[in-house]
C-alpha cells in the first residue's frame, strides 16, 4: 500500500475530492465518499466513457487498491498533462476553443442527467493542440428545478474575456490573473462598448447579468419559487455556443507577427540558420524544449517531434497566429505556443501564492532555444548577459543561442532613439556571462552576417 | 431549493435570475424561429442543417 506522496496545492476547492502526485510526479485524483454516488451514477450512465472516447476529458483508471487513505472511495490515476497552462497565457483562439470545449462537456452532461458544477478556465488544459477537460469530479445530478450554477462563472471565465479581447485589447485575458474568480462583469459591461449593447446575446449574458448580479447579490430567496427543464438547459447552452463562435478578433497584424516578413536580414542568413539548427539539435538528446521569443514557430517546428515543445512569445496576436497554424497540422501536436513575457513571466497566485504556479516554476526543460533574442532582452529591456545566463541555467541543460554583436542592423533598428548606454555589450562579455554557468559545445558563424550560433550545455 | 451554504461556488442569485428570463426569450425566439422554418419549408425554402456545435 502506498501513501501520499505530495498534495497539489491548487486543490482545496472541491470537498469532493483532491490531486495528489507519487514520487515520479504521476496525477493522482482522491474521490471523497461524499462523492461515491454521484462518482458510481456519472459511471453507469456512461458519461466518462463517453467524453474519453471523444477526448474532451482526460482518462483515468481506476487504482484504488494500491492506495491507503481513510474517508475517500476511490483513488484514480489521472492521464499526464505534459505542461500546465494558465488561460492568461492563452491566445485568443486557445480561449474560445476552451470555452466550446466546456460547452460541449456541459451539453455531453446535460443530454446523460448531469450537469457541470463549475466552469472555470482551471478545468481545461491543452494536449496534442486540443483543449481537454482536466476535472474528473465537475459533474453532478441535473436538478430540475436549478438554472446552471455555473453559469456565472463561465460568463466570468470564458465570455467576457473573449469579448473583451475582440472589442477592447486582444491582451484583456491578462486580467485574469488579478481576478482568480474570473473577471467580474459589471467590468465587463462597463468596458465593452456601448454599441454591444443592442447585440442580444451580449446584452443578456453580460449587461444584464452584469446589472442583475449586482441587484440581486443579498436575496437568496428569490431563487426559492425556480423551475428550469433540462430544454432550457440546453437551449441556454446552444445559444451560448452560438454566441462563442460568433466572436472574432478584429485585429489581424501586430509589429510582432509581421517581423520576419519585412526582416531586415536575407535569406542567405535564414537559410544558413535552419541548416546550422538542424545540425546542432542533432548534437544533443532533449525530451522537452522551450522556444522563446518563438515567433511564427518556424523553429519549434524544426525540433524533434517526440520532444514536448513549449513555444513562448510576449505578442498575443503572433500567438494566436501560430495557435491556429497548428491546429491545422496534427504532425505538430507536440507544440504549445504560450504567451508569455520573459522579461516579466507570470507570477504565482492565489493561495500561498502558489495556488497557480508561477511561470518558472513550471518550466524546466532539456533545451532552450533562444535565436535573436538577446539583443531584444538587452536592449529592450536592459538587462545585462549575466542575468540572462543565470536564468536559463536554471532552467535548462542544453541552450542553443545566436549571439546578434551591437552593430547587426536589427540592434540598431531597436536602439532607435534609446542612448546606448551598452558599454558591456561585446562578443567577449557574452561569452564571459555565459561560460560561468556553460560550457560552449560548438559554435557556427551564420552567414551573410556577424551573427554567431552557439550550442552549450550545463557546467 | 438552492441551498447556498452548500454550494461548491456560490452561483449568485442574479445569475439564477438572469437565466430564467435569457431562457424564457430564447424560448419565444425558439418558438418564432420554428413558425418561419415551417412557412419556408412550406414554400420549398429548405433551413441549413445544425452542424456540430463545436467543431473541436
Known sequence: MKQIFKRSISSFRDRDGFVFFDE?????????????ETFDAV?????????????????HTDQTTSYELEGHYKILGVQKIPFISYPYEWSFTQLKEAALLTLKVQKESLNKGFSLKDANAYNVQFLNQRAIFIDTLSFEKLNPNEPWIAYHQFCTFFLGPLLLMKYCRIDANELLKIYLEGIPLDLVSQMLPRRTKVIPSIYMH??????FSQSHERNANATKKLTFSKEKHLRLIEN??????KIELNQKESTWNTYYENGLLSDEYFNHKVEAIKLLINEIEY????????????????????????STDLDHLTIDRLSRELKKQSKYANILPLVV?????????????????????????????????LHHLVVSNNLSFGMIAELFASKTRNLII???????????????????????YSHVEFINAFQKHFDIKKEIALEGTKRILYLMSKK | MVDLMLLYIDPGTGSMIVQMLIAA????????????????????????????????
Not at chain 1, 522579461?343 to 532555444?369: C, H, M, Q, Y
Request: aromatic letters at 10%; glycine letters at 6%.
Open chain 1, 24 to 36: 515520479d510526479g504521476l496525477v493522482f485524483r482522491a474521490v471523497a465518499q461524499s462523492y461515491e
Open chain 1, 43 to 59: 459511471t453507469s450512465s456512461e458519461l466518462y466513457a463517453k467524453l474519453h472516447k471523444q477526448k474532451l476529458l482526460v482518462n
Open chain 1, 206 to 211: 453580460i449587461h444584464l447579468h452584469a446589472r
Open chain 1, 240 to 245: 451560448l455556443t452560438e454566441t462563442v463562435k
Open chain 1, 287 to 310: 525530451s522537452s524544449a522551450w522556444d522563446i521569443g518563438c515567433n511564427n514557430g518556424f523553429f519549434s517546428k524544426l525540433l524533434h517531434q517526440s520532444a514536448q515543445v513549449i
Open chain 1, 341 to 373: 513575457n520573459l522579461s516579466n513571466p507570470n507570477s504565482g497566485t492565489g493561495w500561498l501564492n502558489k495556488e497557480r504556479a508561477s511561470f518558472l516554476d513550471r518550466i524546466n526543460v532539456d533545451l532552450i532555444l533562444a535565436l535573436a533574442l
Open chain 1, 402 to 424: 545566436e549571439y546578434v554583436p551591437k552593430d547587426d542592423p536589427n540592434v540598431s533598428r531597436i536602439m532607435g532613439l534609446k542612448k546606448d548606454v551598452f558599454d558591456d
Open chain 2, 25 to 56: 426569450f430564447l424560448g419565444i425566439a425558439y418558438f418564432f424561429r420554428s413558425i418561419i422554418t415551417f412557412l419556408k419549408s412550406l414554400v420549398g425554402i429548405k433551413s441549413p442543417e445544425n452542424e456540430d456545435e463545436t467543431n473541436l
